[in-house]
């Protein structure tokens, strides 16, 4: 199986760092090709700007949507941009590492959907969902928090983890891949905040560690995030009025 790991956390160091070498070794070891997308080590541009089109279908106003259509219909992507575009259709998992921060990712991993996830070419009117371009593909979030788990229960101080986590995953299933379930690493504490004595927090690093060890090696075999798809949906989009998913 191809593996991208896409891995967006500016210290080498931290334990984003350890869990995507994790991964790495324990996919590898398996006998899986697994390619790394380091966001912050290759230097990833995760602005969208008229700067990245030098042939501009429209020189006058720029519109991210025509400006990357017209630049992959006539083959002229930003190289960074092709690159990573070409990772993802050689990729039959894709797994993203990054910290909660601020209830979302980083900037830098919502800038790469910005600039990779070309219109007219990853997704389209008709290319989404479960019609989307990465159908067949699958994906999983790995994510650490710096609060405990109970803070990220439904009635959490930090948010219903579920909820701070559907944006993301509703976009991974808008471009076609079935989701698994997150890997999530709670109570990564740090800057002067800690919920444990610091020999209780090494041994819960441990833990993480070894938890997503042993689940990476079983991951083939689980099962996707149920998402509604095309035929469920009215012409507004909405969920038929007998859909078991329509609550209200």
Request: hydrophobic share 35%.
């Amino acid at each position: 199986m191809n593996v991208l790991i896409v891995h967006c956390h500016p210290e080498p160091h931290s334990l984003n760092g350890a869990l995507t070498a994790i991964t790495a070794d324990t996919l590898t070891s398996q006998g899986h090709k697994v390619v790394i997308s380091d966001l912050y080590a290759e230097g990833f541009d995760a602005i969208e700007h008229p700067r990245h089109y030098r042939n501009r279908q429209d020189s006058q106003v720029f519109s991210a949507l025509t400006e990357q259509r017209h630049a992959f219909e006539g083959g002229q992507l930003p190289e960074d941009v092709a690159r990573e575009i070409q990772r993802l259709e050689q990729a039959e998992l894709v797994i993203f590492q990054f910290p909660l921060w601020w209830h979302g990712p980083p900037a830098m991993l919502k800038g790469w959907f910005d600039r990779v996830m070309v219109y007219g070419g990853m997704y389209s009117g008709s290319r989404r969902y479960d019609h989307g371009r990465l159908k067949g593909k699958r994906a999983i979030c790995a994510v650490t928090t710096g609060s405990p788990a109970e803070a990220f229960e439904p009635a959490g101080r930090a948010g219903d983890i579920v909820r701070l986590m559907y944006p993301f995953h509703c976009s991974l299933y808008y471009l076609g891949l079935e989701v698994l379930p997150p890997q999530l690493a709670f109570g990564i504490q740090g800057g002067g905040l800690a919920y444990q004595e610091e020999t209780a927090f090494c041994r819960h690093l441990e833990s993480t560690k070894a938890d997503w060890r042993a689940r990476l090696k079983g991951l083939e075999g689980e099962s996707t995030i149920p998402f509604s798809g095309w035929d469920d949906w009215d012409e507004q989009g909405r969920l038929g009025l007998r859909h078991p998913l329509r609550w209200r």
